[in-house]
C-alpha cells in the first residue's frame, strides 16, 4: 500500500486525540469507540468522543467539528455523517493543520492521515454472492438500503446489484430505505411485505437493519433469509440461533484500534499507509464463534498485522 508521512509535528506521548462517531446506537460504532480508547491507552494517549445528540445529523457533526477549529486537539478520528456535506469543514480542518484520520464511509475530498476502513463493493458482492448459492439463483430478492449520503450504503448496494445482475433467474422486487436503523427497517420491511406476498431473501446493508427487517417478518408469521453486513454480536447470535443466515465482517473495533493508532503513529512521524483495508469476511454458521467473543473481552490487532 502507497505510505505517507505525517508533517503535523512529532510528539512523543499523551496525544489528545478527538473521535467523531455519527450515533450512540449503532452497535458497530459502539465497538469503534471502545477500539480506539483501547488503542490509545495502549500507546499513551487519549480519545474524547463527540456524537450528534440526533443520529447521522450531518449539521450537528459540522458544528462539533469546528469547535475543533479553537480546541485544537493533536488529531481527529472522522467517520462522516454525510461525506459530501462536510467538505467544507474538512477544508477549513486542513487549513488549521489538523490532522484527520478519516474512517468507515471514505470522504471524497479532503487531506487525510489515512483512510480506514472496508472496500465495501466487494462486501456487498460476497454478501450477496453468498445469499444467491443458497437460493440456488433464482427466486425474489428486496435490499434494504442505508442513507443516500453515505458512501458505505452506496457501495455496499451497488456490490448488491452487481452480483444480481449476475444472475438471470433472480428478481429484485424492491430496494427501500431503512436508514442503517433497526426501526427504519422494520417499518420499511412491514410495508413490503404488504405489497409482495413472495420474497424469497433480503439483503441489508448493516446488522442493524436485518434485525429490523427480522422482527418484521416474524411479526408478519413470513419467514426468508436475510443477510447482513457489519459482523456485530448480534448479528452473531442471531446467525448461531438460525435467525439470521449470514453477515460480512466490518470490525468496529479493530476500525477503531487501527484508526486511533493511525493518527498516532502520524504524530510521531511514523509512516502511516494512505489507506487500511480491513479483510472481507463472510460469517455464517460453520464459523460463527469467531464474533460471538463480547466486544469488551477482544484485543486490538498488532499494527503489522493490519498494513
Known sequence: MPET??????RTGSERIVAFTKNLTNPNLQAFRLGAD?????????VIHRIPTKPDDAAQQIDLLATMLAEKPDAILLGPAEDKALEPIIERLNAARIPIVNFASRMAAGDFVSYVGSDDVDMGCRAARYLLTRMRNHGNVVIIEGPQTTSTSRDRVQGFKKALAECSGLHLVASVAGKYHEHDAYEAMSKVL??????????????????????????????TLVVGINGTIQAAKAIE????????DYSGFKMGCIAAEAAVRGLRRLKVPSQILLPTTVIDRAN????????????????????
Open 194 to 223: 404488504k405489497e409482495f406476498d413472495n420474497i424469497d431473501a433480503v439483503l441489508c446493508a448493516n446488522d442493524s437493519m436485518a434485525m429490523g427487517a427480522l422482527d418484521a417478518l416474524e411479526l408478519a408469521g413470513r419467514s
Open 241 to 248: 440461533q438460525g435467525r439470521l443466515l449470514a453477515s460480512v
Open 38 to 46: 483501547r488503542a490509545a491507552a495502549l500507546l499513551g494517549a487519549s
Open 5 to 10: 508521512r505525517n508533517g503535523f509535528g512529532a
Open 288 to 307: 460463527v464463534a469467531g464474533w460471538l467473543t463480547p466486544v469488551d473481552q477482544r484485543t486490538c490487532p498488532a499494527w503489522d498485522q493490519t498494513t
